[in-house]
């Protein structure tokens, strides 16, 4: 008996797990990194670039080590694209989900060979993996796009990949890099100054094989047991994204304003509007003269483009000063109030909040003061 006593006290010396300080540590940094972002991004100050798709600026990028960087965002990129007047973006598609929203100009997507116009103040929902192309449809004006994706939610996921078909027509390779041409004499990427090589179409192998296989393991009947029901599934899912059916473009002339607590808003995508999004929620607020409006907190990330007016925001107490052209962006968890600091002008945004949240359980309001004028 007082030998197996002796054997219990033996495990020495402890192996300290640092776990719990370690994550203490990293959410720490990253809160204090967050802290000392700004709320409010100038249209002038971030430049333009040009990429495969077409000219665009970035205020929350692509890359996983673009989180936390220039805004205090985590879940979607945010960004502007320029389309030139009688000029066209890049083809192409990828996993993540993206919702362009129409500042001005006028013209039309291509999605999986299906046309859908677009004019000023719509939005264009473009569903995951869906072949799209965005066109400027006249010579007088260019397009600008304000828009999100959810590309960080796929990095996190595993599955963030782009097959670019073809790049925009005023591309250039980057300075010093040579064209890669396949077997057909199609461009197929590059090899940069540094001489590393950049195949876009490796990446399209990969990609189409998935998708070819998802297409031709079609599920048709019932369901006859639970594993057929996750068959029957990926047929639904794969038909819901690629039918005409499904709204790409969502009209603001269709869409209703609503005057509610928080003010008066009019939704152009969430959960009860037909469109092929399903992680994002769209909507237009205006703010009356020298108006505030509602104040409260939800656990998603919500970013707003300034489209007429000036104003400021108080997150968490904090005041963020706005004007015409401004780009927003409201932390998780975040309380907030806007207001008008014009006494004779409405102000009024476009807001995109990530509907991610919702599904995994924090979705939702928490409402804490009424809008007034
Ligand atoms: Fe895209
Ligand atoms: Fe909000």
């Known amino acids: 008996m007082e030998r197996q006593i002796e054997r219990r006290r033996e495990p020495e010396p402890v192996q300290y797990d640092r776990y719990m300080e370690e994550l203490w540590l990293t959410q720490k ?9 700004p709320h409010v991004l100038k249209f002038n100050d971030i430049p333009w670039r040009q990429a495969a798709q077409c000219y665009w600026k970035h205020y929350v990028g692509y890359l996983p080590n673009e989180r936390y960087k220039q805004a205090p965002f985590s879940s979607m990129t945010v960004s502007e694209q320029m389309l030139f007047r009688g000029s066209k973006s890049g083809k192409h598609r990828h996993f993540n989900e993206a919702v362009l929203f129409i500042v001005r100009g006028e013209g039309y997507e291509i999605h999986d060979d299906v046309k859908y116009p677009f004019e000023t103040g719509d939005i264009v929902s ?38 670019q078909l073809e790049m925009h027509p005023n591309y250039k390779l980057p300075e010093g890099a040579t064209p890669l041409y396949g077997p057909d004499g199609k461009s197929v990427g590059y090899k940069s100054a540094e001489g590393v090589e950049i195949r876009f ?30 068959r029957k599934t990926l047929t639904e899912q794969v038909d819901w994204r690629s039918s005409p059916s499904v709204p790409h473009v969502v009209k603001a002339k269709n869409r209703p304003w609503e005057d509610t607590p928080m003010g008066r808003l009019k939704y152009l995508s969430h959960a009860t509007v037909p469109s092929g999004l399903l992680l994002f929620d769209v909507f237009y607020q205006e703010i009356p003269p020298g108006g505030r409006s509602g104040k409260h907190r939800h656990v998603a990330e919500e970013t707003h483009k300034i489209l007429d007016g000036r104003g400021y925001d108080v997150h968490d107490g904090k005041r963020w000063d706005w004007e015409k052209e401004d780009a927003i962006f409201i932390p998780a968890n975040t ?39």
């Open 29 to 37: 940094s990253e809160r204090d990194r967050k802290a000392s972002l």
């Open 126 to 163: 473009v569903p995951t993996f869906c072949v799209h192309q965005h066109f400027n449809a006249v010579q007088e004006t260019d397009v600008q796009v304000f828009f999100a994706t959810a590309a960080p939610v796929c990095h996190l996921l595993g599955i963030m990949s782009t097959e």
């Open 201 to 230: 179409a490796e990446r399209n192998a990969q990609l189409q094989s998935a998708m070819e296989s998802r297409q031709a393991a079609r599920f048709t009947g019932e369901a006859k047991n639970t594993y057929d029901w996750y």
């Open 335 to 373: 309380v907030h109030q806007h207001f008008n600091a014009d006494p004779h002008k409405p102000a009024t945004f476009l807001a995109i909040q990530s509907r991610t949240y919702y599904y995994l359980g924090h979705g939702g309001i928490e409402h804490m003061e009424d809008a007034s004028a």
